[in-house]
């Protein structure tokens, strides 16, 4: 099964949690505190892949989650961190945010990496919570939890040529003929119906062709299947244009010509600007040549025409000539330039104060690693919380605003008493 695109949901490994731990000696007093910090999350890695063809692989399986950190121990030890996990894709396969639709990578080099989610950080166990006057704190941090997200993978075939044309006009016989690809064949419509990719050999060099499924007019606006797979083209270098010129479908090849380049137009004004050669295919049957006279008299003037048969092989060796010498002026395919878009860890220290009325409720990333440092039945952990608002000038930013004994002062859900 061929699918080129996938809508999938990830979430990086949590961070594990520091834990509280104190130093004990065989028959005394326990010591100081020895609680160490967890793990950090696994990351979402992304990695392109060159054996890989489509993204059947993310059709059934959606979810994936990164592994967690692990707690840390006694002894000041360290949780282990959470395992990365890799996801493999084709090159070519474009990564977007679902609900920005902002394009996070193109993996369009084999073994380009892309971290799209970092694990969250480990927790700090107590023995990191002492100073001078904290001799015994009886608190440390939870580790950092990570949020889902899903992405959608679009796979963009990574090609030098694209062959186009209507159903049943010979591209994948000539596929098959000018690279060593085995497409399946059939004197039917849509017998193509995924991209095809080939490599031809000319002399000591090469370049990749690949045969894009049978277009048909209105692909562009979604008839068929063919705005599924005008995406496939739009990295290739240039077109070949393959017409049929025998009339056995009964359709006029001048008339094949402007349809598909109509839809091309339609799809991407930068895709009907590609270079584009045209071929005519099946000149050994009856009545080819009164139409290939028709359309060279039409186009022919614009376009130079290669004619073939590509059920005989005659005309192929002088079509892979004329496509090795065009592309040899063109520039090579590049990767799409987007803006980067990136999940980014909010700032922990930003937070905003809020009222209504005698409460003030104050959010933001600071509070969100407060909450995980704090036990609300633990003096230590509460007079902890109170200095670093202290010290961060929230609680002057309290006063300032109105505060008083009476407020109310909301904090990670938890209500307090307002205390200069």
């Known amino acids: 099964m061929f699918i080129d695109r996938a809508l999938i949901t990830i979430k990086a490994g ?11 000696y065989k028959g005394k007093v326990s010591g100081g505190p020895d609680g160490g910090d967890g793990g950090k999350g ?10 890989l063809s489509n993204l059947s692989d993310y059709y059934y399986k959606t979810k994936y989650v990164a592994e967690n950190g692990e707690q840390g121990g006694s002894k000041d030890c360290f949780g282990r961190s959470g395992k990365d996990l890799v996801l493999k894709v084709p090159l070519g396969t474009v990564i977007r945010d679902k609900e920005t639709g902002n394009i996070i990578a193109d993996m369009f080099f ?5 971290v799209v989610l970092t694990g969250g950080d480990g927790g700090k166990g107590n023995a990191k919570f002492t100073n001078a006057r904290r001799h015994t704190p009886h608190f440390s941090q939870t580790g950092e939890k990570t949020e889902t997200k899903q992405v959608l993978l679009e796979l963009k075939t ?16 000539i596929l098959s ?19 095809n990719l080939g490599v031809a050999d000319y002399y000591d060099n090469q370049f990749v062709v690949a045969d894009i499924p049978g277009l048909i007019e209105g692909a562009s606006e979604g008839a068929g299947l063919g705005i599924e797979f005008l995406r496939h083209i739009e990295r290739t270098r240039m077109l070949v244009h393959v017409i049929d010129v025998s ?14 380049n109509a839809e091309l137009k339609n799809y991407s004004k930068e895709l009907a600007k590609l270079k584009q050669i045209i071929v005519a295919n099946k000149t050994d049957m009856f009545g080819a040549e009164e139409n290939l006279k028709a359309l ?13 048969s590509a059920i005989t092989g005659v005309g192929l060796d002088q079509l892979k000539k004329v496509v090795y010498d065009t592309l040899s002026k063109l520039p090579p395919v590049k990767p799409l330039e987007f803006e980067e878009f990136n999940y980014v860890k909010p700032d922990r220290l930003s937070y905003e104060i809020m009222k209504e009325g005698e409460t003030f409720v104050i959010v933001g990333s600071l509070i969100e690693v407060l909450k995980r440092n704090v036990v609300m039945d633990d003096m230590n952990s509460l007079a902890y919380m109170h200095k670093v608002l202290r010290d961060r000038g929230i609680i002057k930013e309290l006063k300032n605003m109105g505060a008083t004994d009476k407020s109310t002062i909301i904090i990670g859900g938890e209500e307090f008493e307002f205390v200069d």
């Open 296 to 308: 060279k008299e039409k186009i022919g003037k614009k376009h130079k025409i290669i004619e073939i």
């Open 42 to 51: 696994g990351d979402i890695i992304f990695v392109a892949d060159k054996h």
């Open 110 to 114: 084999d073994g380009q990496k892309k």
């Open 247 to 260: 009339g056995v479908e009964g359709r006029d090849p001048f008339e094949d010509y402007l349809k598909i």
């Open 177 to 195: 003929k000018i690279t060593r690809a085995r497409p399946k064949i059939a004197n039917y419509h849509f017998t193509t119906l995924s991209p």
């Open 14 to 24: 949590d961070g594990g949690n520091g834990i509280i731990s104190f130093i004990h």
């Open 158 to 173: 990574i090609a030098d040529v694209g062959l186009v044309g209507f159903p049943n006009v010979g591209k994948s016989t």
